[in-house]
């Protein structure tokens, strides 16, 4: 008796913190800011689903959050001019300095180049 009695006031006393604690303004809702957000659209999501505007997202009261952020995804980047062929001159690569004998070492994708032909000790030479 002493056991059901015990295991009643656990769950009346659950049962009251919960729903007091249900009741309390912003308990479950999370503070957010426009920082809080990679794009303007992300925020004005927020913003739709609670229009009260709690968080301060439309801080001019237009119905637009967090103006100050950019559109969707990633900025485009900067298109890095092409190289201009006649910077690099008419000389082989292999003739723009170092040792004009030899040895070098093998190509990335296997072989010896063809002004160092001959490959012995896994070094190409003349």
């Known amino acids: ?7 009643m006031l656990l769950a009346a006393g659950t049962f009251a913190a919960r729903v007091g604690w249900e009741h309390v303004p912003g308990a479950f ?3 957010l800011d426009c920082s ?8 004005q999501a927020a913003y739709d689903a609670d229009p009260s ?3 301060g997202l439309d801080a001019d009261f237009d119905g637009i959050a967090c103006e100050e952020l950019s559109g969707g995804g990633l900025p485009a980047p ?3 001019p092409s190289p201009d062929p006649s910077q690099y001159g008419t000389t082989a690569l292999f003739e723009s300095g170092g040792p004009g004998d030899g040895p070098v ?9 063809e002004e160092f032909p001959v490959e012995r000790g896994g070094s190409c030479w003349p």
């Open 53 to 55: 505007d709690p968080s």
């Open 78 to 80: 900067t298109p890095s």
């Open 36 to 43: 809080n957000f990679i794009t303007q659209e992300e925020a």
């Open 29 to 31: 809702a999370q503070e």
């Open 1 to 7: 008796m002493l056991l059901a009695l015990a295991v």
């Open 105 to 113: 070492p093998p190509m990335p994708s296997g072989g010896c180049p």
